[in-house]
Every structure is written in C-alpha cells, then in structure tokens.
C-alpha cells in the first residue's frame, strides 16, 4: 500500500501485543489509537522469557537494544528431579549457535514501560465493547484483548475460548540472586526458579488441581507443604515465601482453534489469536512477532483485506503448532505416572532441539 493508504488503524488492549502493534505501525507512517481498559500499566510482576525470534522483532520494533541492557542473559538452565538429580540441560551454545543469540530474562513491567514509552499516546480506563463497530472508522481493527477476548468471541462465538489445562500456577519473587534457571518436574507438580533484576529472584510452581479451587490465607502454606521436602534450590525458596507476594492463577490455552485470525478489516493478535500455555516462554515472544508481521504484510499488500489475509496464511499455523506443543509439555510436566518415561522424553526432546528452542 502507498502512504497515502495507509491512513488510521485501532487497537483494542495496551499490553504487550498491542503496544508493539502501535509502535510497529507508527514507525511505518500510520495514525494509531490504543485504548486499553486497565487505569495504568503494572509496577509489579516477575520476569518473562525472550526468546531469539521474540529478540528479533524487538530489534525489527527499533527497541532492541534497550531492552538488551534491561534485561539478562540466559547463561544456563537444567530440568531437575525432585531430589535434584538432572533430567535435562538446556544447551545455551547451541542455540546461540543456530540463532547468534541466547534467550534473555526481562520483568514485565520493564518491558511494558519501555514499548509504551516507544509507542506513544494510549488511552487509559476504556474498554471498547464492540471492535467490530469500529470497522467503518478505521482502515483496520486490531484485537489485542487477550485471553479471554470479547473481541474472538464477538467474531468467532464462545466455542473458541480459553479452556483450562488442567493446572494452577503460583508465581512471585523473594530476596537474593541466583545465576541459573531450573525447572524441577515431580509427579502433578513442578517449581520453577528464575533469575531476576534489583537483587531478587523469579519462582513458580504448578500442580494438578480443579478450576477455580483457591486456599485463601494458605497458600504460601500449601506451597511449603507440596514443597518443602523437594531438593535445597526449592527448599531455599518456599522457605521465604510469604502470603502477601504469592500470586495464583489458573492456566488456560485457546482450544478448538480458530478457522482464521481475521474476519472483514478485524484481526486477532497475541493471546487473543493464539493463547496458549506458559510451558515454552513464547506467549510474549508470539506476540511480539505478530506486531511485526501484520506491518510488514500492511506494508506489502495493495489492500488491507489481502495484507490480513496474507498475515492470516503467514502467523496463524506457526502459532498454532505452539499452542499445541505447549500443551503437550505441559501434560508431560504434569505427569503423574510413569514419571521416568517422561523424563527420557524430555531428554531426547533437548537433544534434538526441541520445545524450548
């Protein structure tokens, strides 16, 4: 399209799919208006994996190098078992041998204040109801609503939804650095320990529960007792917990999947399109990559229904081959039988490459 077709383009949620949209179209010439619903972005929230191809769109965004110098590198990783004996090591050489990069470590926060600092104007506190009656205003409508989207809803109805998993998360941040990444698999259970910025140190824990089962004024408790008896690295970190920084969630991914990412001038991106578990670290990096590739299909297209089309044909089986493999892992970290079996799967997984690559 020539500039002057490229003229106004909405988008409905201000995390990080939709501000890197914003910034990603901004710097291509077009007018952008960003409205999330939440009064101001999060000061508070652990670290979140960036991955190569999450690094490069970030680069391809213009703000590749400042979120280098606010995050970390990832130096090393290993899947342990409960009483700390290895599973499986994470090979950092050779994924920077295959991508010239490693994976980073960056909180949240910091990489949601960067994007919206890059791009620009969003309107804070209102939440659009219905993308689809903006269509006629806008050359193109970007739902970036997340994981439970009005927007999927409104185009594709409420079969395609978020679906539980199967598992509960537990998230937070204590005192003290560590060096490493681990991720400790047990039967129905895993504890998951990261480094983080300012002296702290990211953890989470997962386990086989119903839906919506909560433990108020218990759960740091809880965590203790799942726990408490696992290898010194867990031990270390449920020892600390307290009550007040420990944050429970539900895990959800998008299941059936969309027939497409797109309907009329409306498209779907991040969580909204593709939500899927946390168990490869790509849900951000996805994201990111989306913001990028729907510009790159805008710019090259004669029009916007054959840029949202080729965007569709590009973005839309990729992500859905990880949405699948995520849930694969995670039914395979949740194992509760046959826990050695797993465990060689999981070997021969990081030999080839696998999951986390």
């Not at 204040?113 to 689809?132: K, M, W």
Request: hydrophobic share 40%; charged share 25%; net charge positive.
């Amino acid at each position: 399209m020539t500039r002057k077709q490229r003229t106004a383009a909405v988008v409905g949620g201000g995390g990080i799919g939709g501000l890197a949209t914003a910034l990603s179209l901004r710097n291509s010439g077009w007018s952008v208006d960003v409205f999330e619903r939440a009064r101001r972005l999060p000061t508070a929230g652990t670290a979140l994996g960036l991955w190569p191809t999450g690094l490069g769109a970030l680069d391809a965004l213009g703000v590749g190098a400042q979120v280098r110098s606010l995050s970390r590198p990832q130096t090393s990783g290993a899947f342990l078992r409960p009483d700390g004996g290895r599973i499986a090591t994470l090979d950092v050489d050779a994924m920077k041998w295959r991508t010239g990069e490693v994976g980073r470590l960056i909180s949240r926060p910091d990489l949601l204040s960067l994007l919206q600092e890059a791009a620009g104007e969003v309107t804070f506190g209102e939440r659009i109801e219905d993308l689809g009656a903006l269509d006629g205003s806008y050359d193109v409508v970007i739902a970036a609503d997340g994981l439970n989207s009005a927007a999927r809803t409104a185009l594709f109805g409420p079969r395609h939804r978020a679906r539980y998993v199967g598992a509960s998360s537990w998230r937070g941040t204590v005192d003290g650095e560590i060096g490493s990444i681990t991720e400790t698999w047990g039967e129905g259970r895993r504890f998951g320990i990261t480094p983080s910025s300012g002296g702290r140190t990211n953890w989470f824990a997962c386990a086989v529960v119903p839906e919506g089962q909560r433990d108020p004024g218990r759960e740091a408790a809880t965590l203790r007792e799942w726990f408490g008896h696992w290898h010194t690295g867990v031990r270390d970190i449920v020892d600390r917990l307290t009550e007040a920084e420990v944050l429970r969630l539900d895990l959800y991914f998008l299941d059936p999947p969309l027939p497409s990412y797109v309907r009329g001038r409306t498209v779907l991106i991040g969580d909204a399109a593709h939500a899927m578990t946390p168990d490869l670290g790509r849900g951000a990096c996805e994201a990111l990559v989306d913001a990028v590739e729907l510009t790159r299909a805008l710019t090259a297209a004669p029009d916007v229904p054959a840029a949202l089309r080729a965007y569709d044909r590009a973005r839309r089986p990729a992500t859905q081959r990880l949405v699948r493999t995520a849930r694969l892992m995670n039914r395979m970290a949740h194992a509760r039988r046959l826990p050695g079996l797993r465990n060689a799967a999981m070997r021969t997984a990081m030999t080839v490459g696998g999951a986390l690559g």
